[in-house]
């Protein structure tokens, strides 16, 4: 789970909360500028799944990071 700053402490309005392959990516991710195709290709070495699955995880996963204003486009 994600607990969002606001300005005046933690907005308890806006929780995120991650599945495990989230989270791994979050991890994966936290401290490294990413891309849709980055993100595909670290879900397809540590999932062992084929590249159509991973573009699409990957798109939805940096979606919801983007929309949650948890990374900057």
């Known amino acids: ?3 969002l700053q606001g300005q005046h ?3 308890t309005t ?5 599945n495990e ?3 791994w990516l ?3 991710f936290i401290d490294e500028e990413f891309t849709t195709e ?3 290709n670290s879900l397809i070495e540590e999932f062992n799944i084929g590249r ?3 573009e699409k995880d990957a798109t939805k996963w940096v979606e919801m990071m983007t929309q949650n204003r948890l990374t900057e486009q």
């Open 26 to 28: 979050w991890n994966r």
């Open 21 to 23: 392959t989230s989270f």
């Open 38 to 40: 980055s993100v595909a």
């Open 14 to 18: 806006k929780i995120v909360s991650l």
């Open 52 to 54: 159509e699955l991973a």
């Open 9 to 11: 402490g933690v907005d």
């Open 1 to 3: 789970i994600i607990l």
